[in-house]
């Protein structure tokens, strides 16, 4: 933590207790809407091109710096913290040819190019190896047929990542071959021709809709791919250990802010003539949780810094991730038991930590998929999963 960083912590504090928090308690619920005024100060603070290079209008840093900023912004509002992430250049800067990076770079620096991606289908979340969209070559077009599903921002995006098939898997060890990776852009607040998108009933993670997308014959010209035909799913998984720093960076976000929020409210609730923050029941679970809250911290510093360096972590991005999401999910609810009945009402910040600390066990690869992955690499590949890849393969073979 260099002198340097603490700066731009600091700076991502005040600008989510000035900026986020009094807008998350506002607008937080299933209409609420992040507004375009807090998405224009978010790209004055350069939030949006942290990991963007100088040359094209970002401040160059690395996921240290993007998971300092993403931890504060979340203590105000997670979606706000991952709304940053529709920014950074994401597949555009790992994909496309340097000559035409600076096209669009310079767009998402000043959060005019927003992205969101579209990976999961109704029937596939966890095994993204197995989806089921196609694209079939049209001449100069490719054609986009099938169902997307858990795309958030879709409406709000400049442009959608469709991952689809363009070709069989050849045999059930390598069936992540023959998908590919689309940029097809948009009129923000639109669909494009061919594409129709219904919002999802959600309990959390307000502020801007996740949608069911169905993809009715879309088409985007062949320039429109990224990266090479067959390997998207490469293109998918190589940008999984930042992702998975990052939500732990939101869980930890959530967790600081539920503590700060429990703390202060035990220093001030009064029972049986005293603070509840003399009771020892409190102060052990306050104890207990701004340890848990700093050991995640202090992991996903060594992640960031691994991934700074260019080393592969996928051991350690995955551990963060089990370990920050579980943690989020144990602290924000201890905090809600310490604000009690009050804990469950909208009056408090809490319940919306909560909720949203719950969705972080999810995305980004569920607990189960991060125990999966690390106890592969520790123990090598079982006789379980073999069978499964199999079945899996002879299922996908059929369709």
Known sequence: M????????????????????????????????????????????????????????GLGLGYFEYCLVAEQLARGWMSVA????????????????KEQQGKYLQRVVRGEFMGASALSEPDTGS???????????????WVLTGNKYWC????????????????????ADKRWMGISAFMVEKERGTFPKGMTGNPIPKIGYFGWKTFELALDGVRVP???????EGKGFLLMTHGLQGARAHTAARSIGLAQGALEDATEYALQRKQFGMPIAEYQAIRFKIATMATEIQAARHLLYFVCGEL????????????????????????????LQILGGAGYTKLFAVERHWRDARLTKIF????EIQQRIIARNLLGKSEVEEMI???????????
């Open 364 to 367: 980004e690869g569920t607990s």
């Open 127 to 141: 095994d993204l190896a197995a989806i089921s969209c196609r694209a079939v070559r049209d001449g100069d077009e």
């Open 82 to 97: 991952s709304l940053m992430a529709r920014g950074q250049g994401g597949w555009l800067r790992s994909a496309l040819p």
């Open 152 to 171: 958030t921002f879709a409406d709000g995006a400049d442009y959608l990542t469709i991952f689809a098939r363009t070709a069989r898997a050849p045999s």
């Open 2 to 57: 260099t002198e340097e960083r603490r700066m731009i912590r600091d700076a991502a504090r005040e600008f989510t207790m000035k900026e986020v928090l009094p807008v998350a308690n506002k607008l937080d619920g299933p209409d609420g809407e992040i507004p375009m005024e807090l998405r224009q100060k978010m790209a004055d603070m350069g939030y949006f091109g942290i990991m963007i290079p100088e040359e094209h209008g």
């Open 308 to 335: 700074d360096s260019g080393r592969r972590c996928d051991t350690e991005a995955s551990m963060v991730k089990l370990f920050a999401s579980e943690m989020a999910e144990r602290v924000t609810s201890e905090a």
């Open 389 to 399: 890849s199999e079945r899996a393969f002879a299922q996908q073979a059929a369709r």
């Open 222 to 228: 062949a320039s429109a791919q990224i990266g090479e």
